[in-house]
């Protein structure tokens, strides 16, 4: 049996990271596997229907690296009335399509047609106001609120199928069933809790419940791994494999993902919260795909055998992932270590390729780069970026026409203003004529300038880092002195000194 997972997001807004780990997981689960990964988009809802999402999510999915197998061709995506252009979206389609569960709408009132036939649904025309009273009158009573089954037991034809109606399904009367939840073993529910749930709505379009199952069905899904939020209704969804007597897949529900303080689910925080929540946001903030799919996998998951390391390649996590070992305690979302790990992996870059993944970010930003200036400062900011955006304020100094110090600065602790210029003017002399024009000789030769003149290397330094760099933090200045070149370099020199002077 080849093993056949999906991700079947709603396109309801951007996708949040809690999808993304979804996704994450059906993805690892079917590479392990050698099964097949399949993308469905589940715009039924057509009221929640954000524009603009559906290409959103499959670039987030892209851009973690996570190819679906099966999934929308272009046709399909066209056929979506979003206004979206997919010119350039991949183009993957499959044998159970469409992977676009509003053009499947036919297919899904066929499918209630069919058990309205067997008798396990039925047509259900109570108006709006007979089902809030009777809301009312439940509530009044404390009881839960549930359709009371009033047009369960009409004759045939008593509901004209021509006039506005919904379609429930006919929920056993008496009795339990027992589900089954990979991750957290059987569930035994009491029918007398269920509602007649409506499957079909009055626009004709399916609710989730039933598009859901009958394309899982259509498309030969084995496993089912989706958020905990869909738990509650999985005693539902094993009806609906009853009713049309099909094979259920096997669900597993991903333990629902937590703020990192670890109370209350992740979602926007505060406007003032540099936090996101969503996949864009984090590519835009500059960390790395590879990076967050690594700390995703381990947000409810943890490799068995007493494997303490997190870092680690993709390979071998596709060849730990299992099932077994998801926890079924809620999972919490720690920005500082993703923090961390994108550092790690930011220094496992080669140079060029960090540089190449900086550029856009400076780009965004109004720079305008110099190539050659970003590829020799990249060694020297390797060490220090958290992300790739961190590279904007670490670089900028290097690509504007000059920098402007602030004169008051530029006087270091405990100097005066002649000092300062008097080590200006030195380092200018010196960077003049030295060779070779390299940071660890430059960084001699200063260093010896400074014991020639008295004093300590980090007072020599200070007012030549302001004059290069217009910070008082920088990377490593003779790193970044040999990035700026002689030329540049004497400029800012010579533009402090006026600065001082005037
Ligand atoms: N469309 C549903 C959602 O976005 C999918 C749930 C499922 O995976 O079955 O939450």
Known sequence: MTIRVR???SPTGFLHVGGLRTALFNWLFARKTNGTFILRIEDTDQKRFTPGGVKAIMESLWWLGLQWDE???????????????????????????????????????????????????????????RLDQMRQEQMARKESTHYDRHCRFKQPGEVDPNKPHVVRLAVPLEGTTTVHDLIRGDITVDYTRLDDFVILKSDGFPTYHLAAMVDD?????????????????????ALIYQAFGWEPPIFAHLPVIL??????????????????????????????????????????????????????????MIDLFDLEH??????????????????????????DEL????????????????????IKITPDIQERLETLKDAVEATDFLFGETVSPDPKQLIGKGMTKEATLKVLQQAEALISTFEPFEAAPLEHAFREAAEAAG???????????????????????????????RAETIKRLKNAQQLLAG
């Open 259 to 316: 703020n990192p303080s670890g109370k209350g689910k992740m979602s926007k925080r505060k406007a003032t919260s540099a936090d996101s929540v969503f996949v864009t946001e984090f590519r835009d903030e500059g960390y790395l795909p590879e990076a967050l799919r690594n700390f995703l996998a381990f947000v409810g998951w943890a490799p068995g055998s007493g494997i303490e390391k997190e870092i680690m390649p993709i390979a071998e």
């Open 355 to 374: 540089a190449k993944r900086i550029y856009p970010f400076l780009i965004n930003a109004g720079i305008e780069v110099d190539l050659d200036r970003l």
């Open 455 to 485: 004093m300590k290397p980090g007072p020599f330094f200070s007012p030549l880092r302001v004059a290069v760099t217009g910070k008082t933090v920088s990377p490593p200045l003779f790193g970044s002195i040999v990035a700026l070149g």
């Open 326 to 351: 998801v926890n079924p305690a809620p999972a919490a979302f720690p920005y500082d270590k993703l923090d961390w790990m994108n550092g790690m992996y930011i220094r496992a870059l080669p140079v």
């Open 217 to 237: 069905h259509d498309m030969h899904i084995t496993h089912v791994l989706r958020g905990d939020e869909w738990l509650p209704s999985l005693p539902k969804h």
């Open 71 to 129: 999934g929308p061709n272009r046709a399909e995506l066209r056929q979506m009335q979003t206004n979206e252009d997919f010119e350039g979206a991949p183009d993957i389609g499959g044998p159970y399509g469409p992977y676009v569960q509003s053009l499947k709408v036919k297919r899904h009132q066929a499918a209630a047609e069919e058990l309205i036939a067997q008798g396990k649904a039925y047509r259900c025309d109570c108006p709006a106001e």
């Open 7 to 9: 991700f079947a997001p």
